[in-house]
């Protein structure tokens, strides 16, 4: 892994695939014991774009049936969280009575995750879970309890993975950090 540009800046290796692919396992793992003789089919909800290769990789992993959906929201402007959560692609997927497993790439502030749990929530959701595969520990101070973690990570810009800067940087493997 090597030094690398998008747009107008630079990254440096932050966190092999390899590390990465252990997280996802031992979030499947959970996933696995917790729903293994669930009463229902749950519904994973993938929050688009980031999380889509986690998404992908940790389904493959999972082995109980499960509805899968999508929704895009958005709080980022090039390296910033706007703090305005923007639901750009909406929720398709009938959840009422019914557990939601949200599938994250990164939590940091925790806004976003807590808006689409509300949202779920007023759509008569039974039990929304949260499923991310990283958190940033320093600025994540919310009530709310994440479910299924995967590692944690500095208060850092990351790229990589799912993760971008400006649309660049999904399908780099590894994770990158801003290179300061």
Request: some cysteine; glycine content about 8%.
């Amino acid at each position: 892994m090597n030094r690398i540009k998008l747009h107008d800046k630079y990254f440096v290796p932050y966190i092999s695939k390899e590390e990465i692919m252990k997280a996802v396992d031992r979030v499947a793992e959970r996933l696995n014991a917790d729903f293994k003789d669930f009463d229902q089919v749950p519904i994973f909800l993938c929050t688009l774009n980031g999380a889509i290769v986690f998404a992908g990789e940790l389904l493959t992993k999972l082995n109980f049936d499960l509805i899968v959906s999508g929704i895009k929201v958005s709080s980022y402007e090039g390296t910033n969280s706007t703090g305005n959560i923007k639901e750009v692609l909406g929720l398709n997927t009938d959840v009422e009575g019914r557990t939601v497993v949200i599938v994250e790439d990164i939590v940091d502030t925790g806004a976003t995750i807590l808006k689409l749990c509300e949202n779920l929530y007023n759509r008569k959701a039974k039990d929304v879970r949260i499923c991310t595969l990283f958190v940033k520990p320093e600025v994540y101070n919310k009530d709310r309890k994440l479910d299924y973690v995967g590692m944690e990570v500095a208060n850092k810009f990351i790229v990589g993975h799912g993760l971008d800067y400006n649309e660049l940087g999904r399908n780099i493997s590894g994770i990158y950090i801003l290179d300061e």
